[in-house]
């Protein structure tokens, strides 16, 4: 198994490829990307399943680590569809994925591309919110916007014309606006959600100033301009569904809010029956998964508390076969620290002792860290730069040389 969480996820992935416990597999039909994107969450930024990952291998993953495996599975499987060779070619793929983020292909230190597609992936996965400066936690959330680099990737390798990011990203907030005047009211609850979009969008300060008076005054379906053909579905679809999600939010059925989708897919081009399908299957999302969906819950406060006891549950759960792994380990010292007093140990066992020994000394004040106001912050930041800080039984993604 992989973890995302780690560096080295990505060569830790083909490795499981090339021994065959993860499979590629090609598809012959060619893929809806809007109908994947709710399949899976990855449109709502709410990760609901892998692609070629299974299920059971993810469950001690953060959501923040199944967002990151699964735009990449994605990408993957858009390279995959979009081959007429119908058969993986990882260099190749490597090529396009990094011509597409960093407008380069296969040059320099693969490794080093490799580390950069890691933090890039990462980057984009999560954004920082300035709400939460003044608290002691990790002060990022989940991109809800996520999925308009599957729809930039989608174009890029099947050599359809070139969207730009900041453009389109405008257009997701100006429909996002539309839809949270509908009642003609903005309560907290969707000031907050409209602030994480905007966040997430990352807009240079006019277009940011251009928004905010959107927001401020309102908007209307005439006021956006596409920059993009609409015989380009995945984007008009993509626009309606990011309306049919944030009105759904509500968990209400009201007549002026289906006439309001209907409006704005009209206005895309995007017939009745899709519209009703889109409707029907982002509401059955949400229904599902409301558990999973932050701005459901009354504030912010709950927000926050929710996504970290879930973060530190998950974590703990994770690493709880590599906790009983150190102590196992540890009865292993105790054993031969026993024999020293009446026996010379063997060089392999003297080996045996002088690793264990060092990894007690790095368990206990990694633990120590923990338990200091702010240990939280100070540890991860620890660990960026001494990476030997941590028990060697607590490594992910080891591949065998």
Not at 154 to 183: A, G, Q, R, W
Not at 184 to 213: C, F, G, P, R, S
Not at 324 to 351: C, M, P, Y
Request: net charge positive; hydrophobic share 40%.
């Amino acid at each position: 198994m992989y973890y995302p969480g780690s560096s080295g996820w990505i060569h830790k992935f083909f490795n499981l490829v090339e021994n065959n416990d993860i499979i590629l597999e090609s598809y012959s039909n060619p893929i809806d990307i809007i109908d994947l994107g709710i399949e899976t969450g990855l449109i709502f930024g709410i990760p609901k399943k892998m692609i070629f990952t299974s299920i059971d291998d993810t469950k001690e993953w953060t959501i923040q680590s199944k967002l990151k495996g699964l735009i990449f599975e994605t990408m993957i499987l858009i390279y995959l569809n979009s081959d007429k060779s119908k058969s993986f070619n990882k260099k190749n793929f490597f090529n396009s994925i990094f011509d597409f983020y960093f407008k380069t292909k296969n040059q320099g230190d693969k490794k080093e591309k490799i580390k950069d597609l890691e933090k890039k992936i990462h980057q984009n996965v999560s954004i920082k919110n300035k709400e939460f400066e003044h608290l002691i936690l990790n002060r990022t959330i989940e991109n809800p916007l996520l999925f308009i680099d599957v729809l930039l990737y989608y174009n890029h390798v099947n050599k359809l014309p070139l969207i730009n990011k900041e453009t389109f990203s405008m257009n997701v907030l100006s429909v996002i606006i539309l839809t949270l005047y509908s009642d003609n009211v903005i309560d907290q609850k969707e000031k907050y959600l409209y602030h994480i979009y905007l966040t997430a969008a990352n807009l240079n300060k006019k277009n940011k100033a251009e928004i905010n008076t959107k927001f401020e005054k309102g908007t209307s379906i005439t006021d956006i301009s596409l920059p993009f053909n609409q015989n380009e579905r995945h984007f008009t679809q993509y626009l309606l569904c990011n309306a049919i999600y944030i009105i759904s939010l509500q968990l209400k059925i009201r007549q002026i809010d289906r006439k309001l989708i209907h409006h704005i897919g009209d206005y895309f081009s995007v017939p009745s029956s899709r519209i009703e399908i889109l409707y029907a299957k982002t509401t059955v999302f949400i229904v599902k998964n409301k558990n999973k969906i932050p701005f459901l819950l009354d504030s912010k406060r709950k927000i926050i508390i929710k996504k970290y006891n879930l973060y530190f549950a998950v974590l703990l759960k994770r690493n709880k076969r590599k906790i009983v792994s150190e102590i196992n380990e540890s009865k292993e010292l105790l054993r031969l620290l026993k024999k020293s007093k009446t026996k010379k140990l063997t060089l392999k066992e003297k080996e045996i002792v002088k690793e264990q020994l060092i990894d007690i000394l790095k368990t206990i004040p990694s633990i120590a860290i923990f338990l200091v106001p702010g240990g939280s912050i100070l540890l991860p930041i620890l660990l960026k730069f001494i990476p030997a800080f941590l028990p060697s039984s607590f490594i992910d993604n080891k591949t065998e040389k």
